[in-house]
């Protein structure tokens, strides 16, 4: 079926480093994609979304990009720190499909080494 | 401001026990999801509430979940008889606008372990 889904499930880097973290989806009318930061025992924390008219959109420390072509989102988190160390997920909306929720990959766990 | 909140934060019932789980969002946010999550998996939704209306119920695993947002504000999301498979974290989001396609902002989650 149709789903969010992610490349890697655990991505460690050294603290000061940038982070990638991946993401492929395969329901090609998705038009709104989310990050969020779920720290142990937490809810998921949001970072930042795009709409599917955007390829990229930036914040403090961190970019998206959307390549809708390979149906690929990436996340970039600058000058990783230590407190960046949690679960990231990636999370999709097919808004004219009549679905409300969003739908969710299954995660990539990133470790900050000192 | 106040964030989203839920209780409890954990819940341990034995099989075939009904659960009550609270939710109460941000205020003046017109959504409400609900959103059901495994460990080591991601949320997977379950409801969706436009003030008290419920207007996607698809997720819902069985005819023993039942959510209700009487006046528009907090929710409750009930499970009845009770699994082992029900165990999991029941996270609730609210989102200031309607549908799905906006920032939703989550609760911390209620921890149900069903023994």
């Known amino acids: 079926g149709e789903s969010v889904g992610l490349h890697l499930p655990t991505l460690s880097v050294q603290e000061g480093d940038n982070s990638i973290i991946n993401c492929a989806y395969s329901n090609s009318a998705s038009d709104y994609f989310i990050w969020y930061k779920q720290e142990s025992g937490k809810g998921p924390q949001f970072i930042i979304d795009i709409r599917s008219n955007m390829d990229k959109r930036q914040g403090q420390r961190v970019t998206v990009l959307l390549n809708k072509t390979v149906k690929h989102l990436s996340l970039q988190i600058a000058a990783t720190q230590p407190g960046d160390s949690a679960v990231y997920f990636c999370?999709?909306?097919?808004?004219?499909?009549?679905?409300?929720?969003?739908?969710f990959g299954k995660g990539t766990h990133l470790i900050i080494q000192p | 401001g106040a964030g989203v909140s839920q209780s409890p934060r954990y819940k341990v019932a034995k099989r075939g026990q009904d659960v009550a789980l609270r939710c109460d969002p941000i205020?003046?946010?017109?959504?409400l999801f609900w959103y059901q999550q495994a460990l080591g998996q991601g949320p997977e939704f379950l409801t969706y509430f436009q003030n008290e209306a419920q207007l996607d119920k698809s997720g819902l695993p069985s005819d023993r979940f039942f959510a209700e947002r009487p006046e528009g504000s907090v929710s409750t999301l009930k499970i009845q008889r009770t699994q082992q498979e029900d165990s999991a974290v029941y996270l609730c989001?609210?989102?200031?606008?309607?549908?799905?396609?906006?920032?939703?902002?989550f609760g911390p989650g209620t921890r149900l372990t069903v023994t």
């Open positions: 989001a609210s989102s200031l606008t309607g549908g799905g396609s906006y920032e939703q902002y």
């Open positions: 999370a999709e909306n097919n808004s004219g499909g009549g679905a409300d929720g969003l739908t």
């Open positions: 205020s003046g946010h017109v959504s």
